[in-house]
């Protein structure tokens, strides 16, 4: 087992290779319009890119997964540099340079808006089901959904390593990328649109477990899952029903919604509405209760 000297050396390294600011999306339009067109001059200069890019993205990949490992396995020792952490996989869990959503709401997820940036409107059932006939071509091409799945993953380490108290994963805003900041649990939620299955799986995955270590922290009496009508000041308070039960319902009801493919997100979503079942009043108001 790495002590803590050959952690405090080996991280810094890793975290240089997967800085905040270099995690692009296809919403990041300025950073496009520089791109030389096939046949010019600079075309070579562009294969020459892709071809960096391509072993940068299988470097991110490999620090995204030491991350992993070194949260799970030296979760003490790793402590002084979790939230660097948290900061490089929140960002490249969007990271999608040759694909644009239409907007860029991963990147600002504070929750001062109360939950509303977490909404979804009807036309992205439609947008699962073109994103999975579309994937495959895609990601002939495109391996950036494996970044974005490997920094999923040591996402997902650190709600295990943060089970006894996971209060910061629910209220804390983490500086991400362009001036933005984002909390883990809300930027999970808006990363539902996620168009890679294997990806999308895998943000499933990682909110379900962040939901259950939450409701076991809850009866332990660490956090208190309550609606906004409470009044609680003794511990850290996470306000389900009203910011998220309403955004978590529509996702799966999307996802469900799909008629061709995504089974494995059908199956997770279906995990996912019943963990959220389990947690005090979460499952939200009539209207949810009624689509669930």
Not at 20 to 35: F, I, S, V, W, Y
Not at 167 to 177: D, E, G, H, V
Not at 228 to 249: C, E, G, H, Q
Request: aromatic fraction near 6%; glycine fraction near 6%; hydrophobic fraction near 35%.
């Amino acid at each position: 087992r790495l002590q803590q000297p050959q952690i405090d050396r080996i991280i810094p390294i890793f975290l240089k290779y997967t800085k905040p600011e270099d995690a692009l999306t296809g919403d990041d339009d300025d950073d496009m319009d520089d791109a030389p067109a096939a046949g010019s001059a600079d075309s070579d200069d562009l294969l020459q890119d892709e071809a960096a890019m391509a072993l940068a993205n299988e470097l991110r990949e490999s620090c995204f997964m030491g991350f992993e490992s070194f949260v799970l396995r030296c979760p003490t020792q790793v402590q002084p540099h979790l939230e660097k952490i948290i900061q490089a996989a929140l960002a490249y869990m969007s990271y999608d340079p040759n694909y644009s959503y239409g907007n860029d709401n991963d990147g600002n997820d504070n929750g001062d808006d109360n939950g509303d940036d977490m909404e979804y409107d009807d036309e992205e059932e439609a947008e699962y089901e073109d994103d999975d006939e579309e994937e495959d071509d895609d990601d002939d091409d495109d391996e950036s959904w494996k970044v974005r799945r490997s920094a999923i993953r040591a996402l997902k380490a650190v709600v295990e390593c943060q089970k006894h108290d996971p209060s910061m994963l629910w209220t804390k805003a983490f500086p991400t990328r362009r001036n933005q900041s984002a909390i883990v649990a809300m930027a999970l939620v808006n990363r539902f649109k996620e168009r890679e299955e294997n990806c999308r799986v895998g943000v499933l995955d990682c909110f379900t477990r962040l939901l259950a270590v939450t409701v076991k922290a809850a009866d332990a009496g660490v956090v208190v899952i309550q609606d906004s009508n409470m009044d609680t000041s003794s511990v850290t308070t996470i306000d389900l029903r009203t910011k998220y039960a309403p955004a978590l319902v529509k996702a799966c009801e999307n996802l469900l919604s799909v008629k061709k493919g995504g089974e494995r997100s059908k199956s997770h979503a279906l995990a996912l509405l019943s963990t959220l079942c389990k947690a005090p009043g979460g499952v939200g108001g009539q209207a949810e209760i009624t689509s669930v």
